[in-house]
């Protein structure tokens, strides 16, 4: 099954009356704030997704900048969104996509068994010539289901710590190798990791990458069938990593362990090693 649709195919199911339930995966601490996002122009049908409320919890120094959320506050939207684990929903964002990709890891995870991703986002759905519409959104129609945590593999630091596989750090290279750092505490990486960031799995309007491709960048990094089992994939905080391991799916490979605390969960312990390289 996959875990993408595109632009038509969203817009063909709306147009004909038969829309899964849309989500418009926004972040509140964005510039401009996300319901205002989303208030001022969204996809036809879609309701907001309060990512940073949704689908993360407060952060700490012990669990990063944005750790998983409860599952009380899951079920909370789930109620709002009028959201069942068997209702198909298609999650999308208005940037390069990482949200969407973090709703779409975090739902499944959560027990959602047919999220996809709108494939390229919003900018993807107005250059296909869609319009986009304005005000609140619709009220939802059916009550929400219950999250059955745990669906999707993760891994904890002391898990990450003892790992001896293959270790994916999916942020910029300039992150990953401690040039540069504007989120967290300290730059550079965990000690063995390995740097695939997001821009290697998309094309430059973000849309993902054809699986044959996703493919062969991954088997250049050492991931395959035969590895999957294997590999962590991180990054600061749970949402490029996300959509690295949606990368995944989409070639074909299986869902790796998920270190959702990240570079912020690991450098916020003065005791824990970093990596810096050229």
């Given at each position: 099954?996959?875990?993408?649709?595109?632009?038509?195919?969203?817009?063909?199911?709306?147009?004909?009356?038969?829309?899964?339930?849309?989500?418009?995966?926004?972040?509140?601490?964005?510039?401009?704030?996300?319901?205002g996002q989303y208030n001022s122009e969204h996809i036809p049908t879609a309701l907001f997704c309060d990512t940073a409320l949704a689908l993360a919890s407060t952060p700490s120094s012990t669990t990063g900048r944005n750790p998983?959320?409860?599952?009380?506050?899951?079920?909370?939207?789930?109620?709002?969104?009028?959201l069942t684990p068997e209702r198909e929903v298609v999650v999308y964002d208005k940037f390069r996509g990482l949200f969407a990709a973090r709703a779409w890891w975090v739902l499944t995870w959560a027990?959602?068994?047919?999220?996809?991703?709108?494939?390229?986002?919003?900018?993807?759905?107005e250059a296909a010539g869609y319009e986009v519409m304005g005000g609140p959104g619709n009220p939802r129609i059916y009550d929400g289901g219950q999250a059955t945590l745990g669906q999707l593999p993760t891994a904890t630091i002391d898990e990450v710590k003892q790992h001896t596989g293959i270790l994916v750090d999916c942020r910029e290279p300039n992150r990953y190798a401690g040039k540069k750092e504007f989120l967290d505490l300290k730059a550079g990486h965990i000690p063995g990791a390995i740097n695939l960031p997001t821009r290697a799995v998309l094309n430059e309007d973000y849309t993902f990458k054809k699986p044959e491709e996703l493919q062969r960048i991954f088997a250049e990094h050492g991931i395959t069938a035969d590895t999957i089992d294997d590999v962590i994939v991180y990054s600061g905080s749970g949402n490029h990593s996300a959509q690295v391991i949606?990368?995944?799916?989409?070639?074909?490979?299986?869902?790796?362990?998920?270190?959702?605390?990240?570079?912020?969960?690991?450098?916020?312990?003065?005791?824990?090693p970093v990596e810096r390289s050229d």
């Open positions: 099954m996959t875990i993408t649709m595109t632009p038509h195919e969203l817009h063909e199911r709306i147009d004909k009356g038969r829309p899964p339930l849309v989500l418009a995966s926004l972040w509140s601490a964005e510039e401009g704030g996300g319901y998983l959320p409860t599952k009380a506050n899951v079920d909370k939207w789930l109620l709002k969104w009028g027990g959602m068994k047919n999220v996809k991703i709108l494939d390229g986002g919003q900018p993807a759905w949606a990368a995944m799916v989409i070639s074909g490979l299986s869902v790796p362990r998920h270190f959702v605390g990240g570079w912020s969960q690991w450098c916020a312990n003065p005791r824990n």
